[in-house]
């Protein structure tokens, strides 16, 4: 698991491993990473499917629930395809943009 911190925000990837794995990793590593807001860079999984990012709902709900932010990046499956409890954008730089706008919200009590 590769993990590339910047400020209150990790991206959290890996190449070459199974979506069970990498949900495996990320479960253990994730009292480390509790008070970052985190990003799921998936762009390693050459397929993926809505079921599949179901997979990370719980964890999404229980960061958010938090007040975190909680960002999964693939171009693979289309964000009208998932709950919209679950964030999901196309680009890292969306996921970056996202978790800035839901920071100021927080600040703003939004």
Known sequence: MIFDKDGTT????????????????????????????????LFSFSKLA????????????THKSTGKSFVLV?????YDEIPDEISLVPTLQEAMDLIEMEEIERDLDI
């Not at 693939?74 to 289309?78: A, E, I, N, P």
């Open 10 to 41: 990790t991206i959290v990837f890996q190449e070459k491993t199974s979506l069970s794995t990498f949900m495996e990793n990320l479960n253990n590593t994730y009292p480390k990473l509790k008070h970052d807001n985190i990003v799921i860079n």
């Open 50 to 61: 809505a079921n599949d990012v179901l997979e990370f709902l719980d964890i999404s709900n």
């Open 74 to 78: 693939t171009d693979k499956v289309s």
